[in-house]
């Protein structure tokens, strides 16, 4: 669990890393991005990277959890974390979406409950699956 965790977690931070400089050279483009900006860039990477790399295969593939607090743990921190990669990539775009934090994170949990149903549903297909194959 641990090497996949690790494994996981080094994928999506490095490709978030990209992902985010690639994106910002494109809206700062020609402009200077002073140093201290590199690293804002790469902690947005870093926060990437545990979400979706530790905290989401976790929750999803290990935890023991119901599925309502599962999805009541990832809503909160796919919003928190949202949150806090809006303020370090611009605190002005920050202030531009706080105040509508709370459709933010109800519209996160709509997400969630929707993407859960089909998770499960194809979750419980392919164990269906696999159960026929081995009574035939």
Same mark, same amino acid.
């Given at each position: 669990?641990?090497? !996949? %965790?690790?494994?996981?977690?080094?994928?999506?931070?490095?490709?978030?890393? *990209? $992902?985010?400089?690639?994106?910002?050279? @494109?809206?700062? !483009?020609? %402009?200077?991005?002073? @140093?201290?900006?590199? $690293?804002?860039?790469?902690?947005?990477?870093?926060?990437?990277?545990?979400?979706?790399?530790?905290?989401?295969?976790?929750?999803?593939?290990?935890?023991?959890?119901? &599925?309502?607090?599962?999805?009541? *743990?990832?809503? *909160?921190?796919?919003?928190?974390?949202?949150?806090?990669?809006?303020?370090?990539?611009?605190?002005?775009?920050?202030? *531009?979406?706080?105040?509508?934090?709370? @459709?933010?994170?109800?519209?996160?949990? &709509?997400? !969630?409950?929707? &993407?859960?149903?089909?998770?499960?549903?194809?979750?419980?297909?392919?164990? &269906?699956?696999?159960?026929?194959?081995?009574?035939?």
């Amino acid at each position: 669990m641990n090497t !996949h %965790l690790r494994q996981s977690f080094t994928q999506a931070a490095f490709g978030s890393i *990209l $992902w985010i400089f690639l994106l910002s050279s @494109f809206v700062y !483009h020609g %402009l200077n991005i002073p @140093f201290d900006y590199v $690293w804002n860039l790469i902690g947005i990477g870093v926060i990437f990277g545990i979400i979706f790399g530790v905290i989401y295969p976790y929750l999803w593939g290990y935890s023991t959890f119901k &599925a309502s607090v599962n999805i009541v *743990l990832s809503t *909160l921190i796919n919003s928190l974390g949202g949150f806090l990669v809006v303020y370090l990539f611009s605190g002005d775009m920050f202030n *531009l979406i706080k105040e509508y934090a709370l @459709f933010i994170i109800l519209l996160t949990l &709509a997400g !969630h409950i929707i &993407a859960f149903y089909y998770y499960s549903k194809y979750e419980n297909k392919k164990l &269906a699956d696999s159960l026929n194959k081995f009574k035939k």
